[in-house]
């Protein structure tokens, strides 16, 4: 079985600071892995997401994440925070070939301070 | 591309009353999931369809909840005798193929009183 575990449900940062959201998965199979976000009473919007080939990803909106296999993580990151990145951002891992089937991290929710 | 909808935004009900969700995909989408979030949790995978087949149902949460998707193109999620246990927030997912990226609904939040 799957699972994924974000490393922190809030985290406040700093406008122009970095940010950065931990997640560990566990897969029995070769993981695709994905990072999504979410806004207020909105649907999840992708990130990016990581299949094969460069273990360092870039999304949408300046972030990107590196998969690290002997560490099990694809952590994200963004070099210097803006206030419209306030959002809840998920972490989430499906069964290889199959892709769709995500299962989804507990969440992290982004406070950003100007 | 104007997006999954899903209708209605919000439902309050009242408990042992039955619920039914709209989703309606991407038009050229063959691929269309559910997944229930509660409160301060991550998406929970119930069900998907690819076009009008029923890929899989296991992950339904108990016998009152069933998904149909008889055309191939909008979706319903039905739940009957409603619990205080059942009050979520719904999403509908869709997407082009496998490995395609999904694209989500804003969700309908159900409020069971």
């Known amino acids: 079985a799957q699972s994924v575990t974000q490393l922190g449900s809030h985290v406040s940062v700093s406008e122009g600071a970095l940010v950065l959201l931990r997640c560990n998965y566990s897969?029995?199979?070769?993981?695709?892995l994905f990072w999504y976000v979410q806004y207020p009473n909105q649907g999840l919007q992708l990130l990016l997401k990581?299949?094969?080939?460069?273990?360092l990803v870039k999304g949408i909106n300046g972030f990107e994440a590196e998969f690290k296999k002997s560490e099990t993580s694809f952590h994200l990151t963004k070099p210097s925070a803006h206030m419209s990145d306030a959002a809840e951002y998920f972490c989430?891992?499906?069964?290889?070939?199959?892709?769709?089937?995500?299962?989804f991290g507990g969440g992290t929710r982004v406070l950003v301070k100007p | 591309d104007t997006g999954v909808s899903q209708d209605p935004r919000h439902k309050i009900t009242k408990r042992g009353q039955n619920v039914t969700f709209r989703c309606d995909p991407i038009?050229?989408?063959?691929?269309l999931y559910w997944y229930r979030q509660t409160l301060g949790q991550g998406p929970e995978f119930l069900t998907y369809?690819?076009?009008?087949?029923?890929?899989?149902k296991s992950r339904l949460l108990s016998d009152r909840f069933s998904a149909e998707r008889p055309k191939g193109s909008f979706s319903t999620l039905e739940i009957q005798r409603t619990e205080q246990g059942d009050s979520a927030m719904y999403l509908c997912?869709?997407?082009?193929?496998?490995?395609?990226?999904?694209?989500f609904g804003n969700g309908t939040r159900l409020t069971v009183t």
């Open positions: 997912a869709s997407s082009l193929a496998t490995n395609s990226p999904l694209h």
């Open positions: 989430a891992v499906s069964e290889g070939a199959a892709g769709n089937k995500l299962t």
């Open positions: 369809f690819q076009n009008e087949a029923q890929l899989e």
């Open positions: 990581y299949t094969t080939g460069a273990t």
């Open positions: 038009s050229e989408h063959n691929r």
């Open positions: 897969s029995s199979v070769p993981p695709y």
